[in-house]
């Protein structure tokens, strides 16, 4: 096999070939462009390109050299390979650090040893060389004591040169990332146990947001990111190319339909190829997020369905289970309105009884000219809350784009009424890691909320509790209707817990008390309720909210009352539609 790299003997690039290839013939290149050459002339069958390092970034001629080489595809991407790269500086035998005057290496290598170089020879010439190994060769070649080289120990040995002192790099982690490609493409059908990257060129429009679009096509379908570089249009001044790595193949079906969105999004997208990922030491193995589930084989009963699980499932949001005997009393105002609010009413419900805080960052308004909640800094401040009482904090999450930065504040992640069927939420809440508390839709029927939970359950999140908050009936004089018909139903065909929000089926705090006790008989296992410190003022559902004194009676009658009433009958079977 001959392997063309840049460099010569004794150059990195050999040694990361090697390791993919350790009987190669090492065909020596000048330049980068050169190395693309040789491969497509036929003179090695196979090249192996630095990309990036660690310590000085992106080796930008490799960049610049991708659409070229990799853009037609007659040249296939193999693997990604990272080494070690430890300097030495070397010169002729007998040499020592006060005689030299000049050091020479690849200017890559001369940048990571900037550090040893500045203390250590502050007034030599540095002299950029086409490779490290290449500039012992110069060195040995040219038999002047004040000279020396820069580059890894062996090549000492393969040019007769004296290692004057070892490991000089300003970083001991110090790597460099390789790509190494073939002329045949690899052929055989792809071992989908061994972790694959795709890297792709995209070329947007200048217009707000198609960057960001770009992105979210991966973050859509939890596709990881490994690399983002820009490079400048060199023909068109001041635009720029951007290069991705990605984790998965193009083969894979979400990293697919994502190159798919970015092509029709994008101006132009060159897809330089999927290889095989660095899979030695340090190699990050990241959770590969399964298949979608319209891809899948249907399983035989839905996720959520009691027989699954027939003793029930327990979620636990910090050290609070969900789902056992005890009910669980989750209370806070409906939103964040100050610190000084959120602080007294976490503080007024903890001492209560309560087991978790709720309040709304994001809130979901009627009008568009109503509070919409603090956003980011009401999550700082549930967080804040959180440290003061020990409790747990759920907060609701609007959009999916926004489901890692609440997942960063909140202990559990509310999605709310109104986006019970946004699917796509649905689907990010399933890869969020977090327990999700889900709330049936006014206008929902049991079915669509139980396959609602099928979403979030199919896409790796087993940790659902369902919350019946009332649906919209003919009654006017309440807000809402409290289903507890679907309450008792809903314990029966899942395993999932389920919670009752008497506030936001009540509209009106005077029968708040009589409607969570009710949701408790019918079989929730627990309440979340509406609390505020001055309700007559709230900026958000002040008429549902109960004051400090109303929600401690609460408290105590459902701690007085009896535990959470065992499931009843045996579920009736749930077709998946
Ligand atoms: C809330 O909990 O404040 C809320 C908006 O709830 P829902 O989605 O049930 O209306
Ligand atoms: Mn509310």
């Known amino acids: 096999?001959?392997?063309?790299?840049?460099?010569?003997?004794?150059?990195?690039?050999?040694?990361?070939?090697?390791?993919?290839?350790?009987?190669?013939?090492?065909?020596?290149?000048?330049?980068?462009?050169?190395?693309?050459?040789?491969?497509?002339?036929?003179?090695?069958?196979a090249g192996c390109l630095a990309i990036e390092n660690t310590l000085v970034g992106s080796v930008t001629p490799t960049y610049d050299l991708l659409q070229y080489a990799f853009g037609d595809g007659d040249l296939h991407l193999s693997r990604e390979i990272r080494l070690p790269v430890h300097h030495s500086i070397m010169g002729l035998a007998g040499a020592r650090l006060d005689q030299i005057t000049k050091v020479l290496s690849h200017p890559v290598a001369l940048g990571q040893c900037r550090i040893w170089l500045g203390r250590q020879l502050p007034n030599v010439t540095l002299v950029n060389a086409w490779d490290t190994a290449g500039s012992a060769e110069i060195v040995a070649r040219e038999a002047d004591p004040t000279q020396a080289a820069i580059c890894a120990r062996h090549a000492a040995d393969a040019y007769g040169l004296t290692v004057i002192e070892d490991r000089i790099e300003d970083d001991p982690t110090n790597q460099t990332r390789f790509l190494t490609f073939t002329a045949q493409p690899a052929g055989g059908p792809v071992d989908e146990s061994i972790p694959r990257k795709t890297s792709l060129i995209v070329w947007t429009d200048h217009r707000p947001g198609m960057l960001a679009a770009v992105l979210q096509?991966?973050?859509?379908?939890?596709?990881?990111?490994?690399?983002?570089?820009?490079?400048?249009?060199?023909?068109?001044?001041?635009?720029?190319?951007?290069?991705?790595?990605?984790?998965?193949?193009?083969?894979?079906?979400?990293?697919?339909?994502?190159?798919?969105?970015?092509?029709?999004l994008a101006s132009r997208i060159v897809i330089l190829g999927s290889y095989t990922a660095w899979q030695g030491e340090g190699a990050v193995v990241s959770q590969a997020a399964p298949r979608p589930p319209h891809l899948r084989a249907k399983p035989d009963l839905p996720l959520f369905d009691r027989r699954q699980h027939p003793a029930g499932t327990v979620v636990t949001v910090g050290s609070v289970q969900i789902g056992g005997d005890r009910p669980v009393i989750i209370a806070g105002p409906c939103s964040v309105e100050s610190q000084e609010m959120i602080l007294q009413t976490a503080q007024a419900v903890a001492a209560s009884g309560a087991d978790m805080l709720r309040g709304g960052a994001f809130k979901p308004r009627t009008s568009p000219y109503d509070f919409q909640g603090l956003g980011a800094k009401g999550l700082k401040l549930l967080a804040e809350a959180r440290e003061q009482t020990g409790l747990p904090v759920v907060t609701e999450v609007m959009g999916w784009e926004e489901v890692p930065l609440v997942a960063r504040y909140a202990d559990m992640l509310q999605i709310?009424?109104?986006?019970?069927?946004?699917?796509?939420?649905?689907?990010?809440?399933?890869?969020?890691?977090?327990?999700?508390?889900?709330?049936?839709?006014?206008?929902?029927?049991?079915?669509?909320?139980?396959?609602?939970?099928?979403?979030?359950?199919?896409?790796?999140?087993?940790?659902?509790?369902?919350?019946e908050r009332g649906i919209r009936t003919f009654e006017r004089a309440t807000r809402h209707t409290l289903d507890l018909n679907a309450v008792a139903l809903v314990r029966e065909r899942t395993h999932l817990?389920?919670?009752?929000?008497?506030?936001?089926?009540?509209?009106?705090?005077?029968?708040?008390?009589?409607?969570?006790?009710?949701?408790?008989?019918?079989?929730?296992?627990?309440?979340?309720?509406?609390?505020?410190?001055?309700?007559?003022?709230?900026?958000?559902?002040?008429?549902?909210?109960?004051?400090?004194?109303?929600f401690a009676e609460l408290a105590a009658r459902i701690r007085g009352s009896a535990p959470v009433m065992p499931r009843s009958g045996s579920p009736a079977p749930v077709t998946i539609a």
């Not at 004794?10 to 190669?24: C, K, N, T, V």
């Open 1 to 45: 096999m001959r392997v063309a790299i840049q460099g010569t003997r004794g150059a990195f690039s050999e040694a990361a070939a090697r390791l993919q290839w350790p009987d190669m013939e090492t065909v020596s290149c000048r330049e980068v462009g050169d190395v693309v050459t040789a491969v497509r002339e036929g003179r090695a069958e």
């Open 217 to 264: 096509a991966f973050a859509a379908r939890g596709v990881n990111l490994t690399s983002l570089q820009s490079r400048p249009e060199r023909s068109t001044p001041w635009t720029y190319r951007f290069y991705f790595d990605v984790e998965g193949g193009s083969e894979d079906p979400r990293l697919a339909e994502a190159l798919e969105s970015i092509e029709a």
């Open 416 to 467: 709310g009424a109104r986006n019970m069927q946004n699917f796509a939420l649905l689907r990010a809440a399933g890869r969020s890691g977090k327990p999700i508390l889900l709330k049936r839709g006014g206008g929902a029927t049991i079915e669509e909320w139980l396959h609602a939970a099928e979403y979030i359950l199919s896409s790796g999140n087993p940790n659902v509790v369902l919350c």
């Open 497 to 550: 817990p389920v919670l009752a929000d008497p506030s936001h089926a009540a509209g009106v705090r005077s029968i708040v008390p009589a409607l969570a006790l009710a949701g408790l008989a019918a079989g929730a296992q627990g309440v979340i309720v509406e609390v505020h410190p001055d309700p007559d003022h709230a900026m958000s559902d002040g008429d549902q909210s109960l004051d400090f004194r109303a």
